[in-house]
């Protein structure tokens, strides 16, 4: 089955280190996106990718970065810079630019900070 | 202020009962919008898809757009509880690569 996976389903960073949520999709879509969610807040964006080796910071991309070598693989590491990273990180991608029929999301990342 | 305003609720009904959630925005070049349904510790699945104003429905769902009250609204009859989500809306300008989305507002069906 096509779609979007996430892994881990749940993640635990210490204080100070830097931690990579995975994400990989098998729709063969072009664009790909991450969003990180709070209670009360929304998606908010952090960054999304058009093409391979091209991304774009979102709304709150500071303490984060993202990769894009494969056009299947979108992986997000949140860097010790990240002063509240708990959070449900959620990744998403489109069929094409622009995107007329909305994200197809993965089932999510929930990380917490110990 | 928020480009798009969605009360966050939370929203608690009888089964059976007609749900109506709302969103309004600020941005007027927006001309996509959409609903997604949110079960808890999942990701979002789109459930409806409008464009420009109008409606639009499927099933026990419509989806209502007046772009010039810049107002949308997802309306669910004889509603279920295996309707209790989060939903979100999300909208966007045509041409633009990103969706921008509401807080989201989480209901309840009970039984």
């Known amino acids: 089955d096509g779609g979007i996976t996430q892994s881990p389903k749940y993640l635990f960073r210490k204080e100070g280190q830097n931690v990579t949520l995975s994400c990989e999709q098998n729709?063969?879509?072009?664009?790909m996106y991450w969003y990180r969610q709070d209670p009360g807040q929304g998606l908010r964006l952090i960054y999304y990718?058009?093409?391979?080796?091209?991304?774009q910071k979102g709304d709150i991309a500071e303490g984060y970065s993202v990769s894009r070598e494969k056009k299947e693989s979108f992986p997000l590491t949140v860097t010790s810079a990240q002063k509240n990273p708990t959070a449900f990180y959620l990744c998403?991608?489109?069929?094409?630019?622009?995107?007329?029929?909305?994200?197809?999301f993965g089932s999510g990342t929930r990380l917490t900070v110990v | 202020q928020k480009e798009v305003e969605q009360d966050p609720g939370p929203l608690s009904v009888p089964e059976g009962a007609i749900v109506s959630l709302n969103c309004t925005y600020s941005?007027?070049?927006?001309?996509?919008f959409m609903w997604y349904r949110q079960y808890s510790r999942k990701g979002p699945e789109l459930l409806m898809y409008t464009y420009s104003s109008g409606n639009k429905e499927d099933g026990r769902f419509t989806a209502q757009v007046d772009k010039s009250s810049k107002y949308i609204s997802l309306f669910i009859r004889d509603s279920q509880p295996s309707d209790s989500a989060t939903y979100l809306c999300?909208?966007?300008?045509?041409?633009?690569?990103?969706?921008?989305f509401g807080q989201g507002t989480r209901l309840t069906i009970n039984p």
């Open positions: 729709l063969n879509h072009d664009a």
């Open positions: 941005n007027s070049a927006f001309q996509y």
């Open positions: 999300a909208m966007q300008i045509q041409g633009a690569q990103k969706l921008v």
């Open positions: 998403a991608s489109s069929i094409d630019r622009p995107i007329n029929y909305g994200y197809t």
């Open positions: 990718s058009q093409i391979v080796n091209d991304f």
